[in-house]
Every structure is written in structure tokens, then in C-alpha cells.
């Protein structure tokens, strides 16, 4: 069910504190933790604690939990020092989503490309 912790997610285990991550914030309804793979210099996945396949799902359930994410992505930003960012929510395996809990990737500390890829 949407919004509860699923037993087999990699991040739901994170967000409870059962598999070790790097947590550098964690508010009420969020935690932000370094990436394992990190494709920039600044590499941080925001996640909402509530289980949520995707980022449409939870906008569409909790959109102030979505808010959280979003505003705890800027902080992500703000405590690397970041300038510039960038801000990416996969939806879906054809979009490049692995795990299926809803989360921001916030990216940084060198120059990005457009189109992403």
C-alpha cells in the first residue's frame, strides 16, 4: 500500500535506519543521504520516509510531502555550497528509475549538459 513501508525497498530500510547511509539531513518526512554511485561531485538522493513508487504517485498522495523534497533538496544544495544544481526525479525503468521509491537526485559541483541523455 502507498505510503507504508515496504519490507523488499532498499530505501524504506534507509529511511528506517536498517541499511547504513551516509544521512547528511533528515527532517519529519525526509531524509537525504549521499549517493553510493555518484555521478557528480555532488551526488545526494532525497526521499520522503512514506513509501511512494515514484515522484507522480507521491505528488499526487502527499503533495507537501513532495514540497519537503523539493525544499530539502535546496538545503541539500545550500549546505554543499552549490551555485548551480540540478534536480532529477526518474519515473519509471524507461526513465532510469532502479529503485521504486519515490526520490530527487541532486546533482552538483560541476557543469551539466543538456540534453541529460
Not at 551516509?22 to 545526494?44: K, W
Not at 510531502?65 to 533538496?73: F, K, T
Not at 535546496?74 to 519515490?102: C, I, K, M, P
Amino acid at each position: 500500500m502507498a505510503g507504508e513501508p515496504q519490507a523488499d525497498c532498499l530505501f524504506c530500510k534507509i529511511a528506517e535506519g536498517q541499511i547504513p547511509a551516509t544521512i547528511l539531513r533528515e527532517t519529519e518526512t525526509t531524509v537525504a543521504f549521499r549517493d553510493i554511485n555518484p555521478q557528480a561531485p555532488t551526488h545526494v538522493l532525497v526521499i520522503p520516509k512514506a513509501h511512494y513508487p515514484n515522484a507522480a504517485e507521491l505528488a499526487a498522495a502527499e503533495p507537501q510531502i513532495a514540497a519537503d523534497v523539493l525544499r530539502e533538496s535546496r538545503a541539500v544544495a545550500d549546505q554543499d555550497h552549490l551555485e548551480s544544481y540540478r534536480v532529477v526525479f526518474n519515473t519509471g525503468g524507461g526513465a532510469g528509475q532502479t529503485v521504486f521509491h519515490a526520490h530527487a537526485h541532486v546533482l552538483g559541483g560541476r557543469g551539466m549538459q543538456w540534453p541529460p541523455g
